[in-house]
């Protein structure tokens, strides 16, 4: 399983995931679910993944190696001109793959179909963000859903939903960020510890924060605590029904 | 779709359902999801229903029609000597309907699949609850697991985690599962107002609370008002991430 969030704020993109990956409950391991392309003073670019990890591997490195090797004629993550065109590249090289490794079945269906979120800023554009489907279509976060989730998404969802503010500070946002995962990682064993930060000030084209929040982080464990005491202290304090 | 939840606390049996169906969001009605049946002094028995409506209807007329067609040779939920005998009735008419519409299907495959969460007391027994699968098959609440769920489960799961005490009064629980409803109603627009509320207070063999908060519900509606806000000061009064 997966829990991954990016959030579209007025300050920048901010990008949590988790690293836990199972085939299987006896078969559970750490890889690390973001990928990045930065080219200071032209594009800062982040991308998380969720499903299958042969295929969201082989896309990234795909990805990789394409950018690297100049092909003047199709855009690449590097070479592309927009972030439409990036997630373009992005959702084509997961179709692609996707198709390659089970051809009869629609990729939605697929046990190798994987979902990415895609985040970045490219030349003078606004900061961007995207939910890639296995299909290699996508939809574009706006004013009104300012934020992408992918993997396990429901317990994390209903603070997000009623917190986030496109206003807010990134501090605030990892703060918010936290909170979600905590409920999700005390719900679903597939999700948990270490999770990976990442951040993308607006127009500063680069990742300012690469920051990794390991199982024994005083800062999310403080945050896991307090969060656990004050809901159970704002419950105590709503009425209790009266029959 | 549905979110049903039942506690097994120390002073008896609480159940809740909400009332919307939808054969997709252009199809929406409302539909009460709670069947009981009581015998004063010797039993009292709730059922909730989630899943298909043809089969969870039609599950729950077999029981009263049995119930009251009286064959002495085989138990019926009326006449069930335990709470495991009256989950046995329950899951074997289940299956017996889920197998009847959709014969080639597994049952947890089916599109007419059901599951149901049986609760109550009958005779000397202690109160007892339990889950019953699409299959007829079925688990019971413990000490460890003292609630089940059923439907869109995910939303309001967090919070009853955390603050679910068996020995908390039925005001209590109320108000717990009014704040679980509000974090799922407020998500899945196939979960809505009006909630049923059903409660079994242990060795007294009776339903005492039948209630339905409508939408309206100036209860239900104070606790979501006051619970949003304090889940806001309290995800403000938890210090900021420093980067």
Same mark, same amino acid.
């Given at each position: 399983?997966?829990?991954?969030?990016? +959030?579209? +704020?007025?300050?920048?993109?901010?990008?949590?995931?988790d690293?836990?990956?199972?085939?299987?409950?006896?078969?559970?391991?750490?890889?690390?679910?973001?990928?990045?392309?930065?080219? #200071?003073?032209?594009?800062?670019?982040?991308? *998380?993944?969720?499903?299958? +990890?042969?295929?969201?591997?082989?896309?990234?490195?795909?990805?990789?190696?394409?950018?690297?090797?100049?092909?003047?004629?199709?855009?690449?993550?590097?070479?592309?001109?927009?972030?439409?065109?990036?997630? !373009?590249?992005? =959702?084509?090289? +997961?179709?692609?793959?996707? !198709?390659?490794?089970? #051809? *009869?079945? #629609?990729?939605?269906?697929?046990?190798?179909?994987?979902?990415?979120?895609l985040?970045?800023?490219?030349?003078?554009?606004? #900061?961007?963000?995207?939910?890639?489907?296995?299909?290699?279509?996508?939809?574009?976060?706006?004013? %009104?859903?300012?934020?992408?989730?992918?993997?396990?998404?429901?317990?994390?969802?209903?603070?997000?939903?009623r917190?986030? @503010?496109?206003?807010? !500070?990134?501090?605030?946002?990892?703060?918010?960020l936290?909170?979600?995962?905590?409920?999700?990682?005390?719900?679903?064993? =597939?999700?948990d510890?270490?999770? %990976?930060?990442?951040?993308?000030?607006?127009?500063?084209?680069?990742?300012?924060?690469?920051?990794?929040?390991?199982? @024994? @982080?005083?800062?999310?464990?403080?945050?896991?605590?307090?969060?656990?005491?004050?809901?159970?202290?704002? *419950?105590?304090?709503l009425? @209790?029904?009266?029959?």
């Open positions: 399983m997966t829990y991954c969030v990016a +959030l579209k +704020l007025d300050r920048g993109l901010v990008f949590m995931s690293t836990r990956s199972n085939a299987g409950v006896d078969d559970i391991s750490q890889v690390l679910k973001v990928n990045s392309w930065e080219v #200071p003073g032209d594009r800062a670019i982040v991308l *998380l993944s969720a499903g299958n +990890l042969a295929t969201t591997q082989t896309v990234a490195s795909l990805l990789d190696e394409r950018a690297h090797a100049a092909d003047p004629l199709s855009p690449s993550i590097l070479t592309a001109h927009s972030m439409f065109q990036a997630a !373009t590249v992005v =959702g084509n090289t +997961l179709r692609e793959v996707v !198709t390659s490794i089970s #051809p *009869l079945i #629609p990729p939605s269906a697929s046990p190798f179909g994987a979902t990415f979120i985040g970045g800023q490219v030349g003078t554009e606004a #900061p961007r963000l995207f939910l890639i489907y296995p299909e290699g279509n996508f939809i574009e976060a706006g004013d %009104d859903n300012p934020f992408f989730q992918s993997g396990e998404t429901k317990y994390g969802r209903p603070m997000l939903v917190a986030l @503010d496109r206003a807010m !500070t990134f501090e605030a946002a990892v703060k918010l936290c909170v979600s995962f905590d409920s999700t990682i005390r719900a679903n064993a =597939g999700v510890l270490p999770i %990976d930060l990442r951040v993308i000030p607006a127009n500063e084209h680069r990742i300012s924060e690469k920051r990794r929040f390991e199982r @024994d @982080d005083p800062y999310f464990n403080r945050v896991s605590r307090e969060w656990s005491k004050a809901l159970n202290e704002a *419950l105590s304090l009425p @209790d029904f009266n029959f």
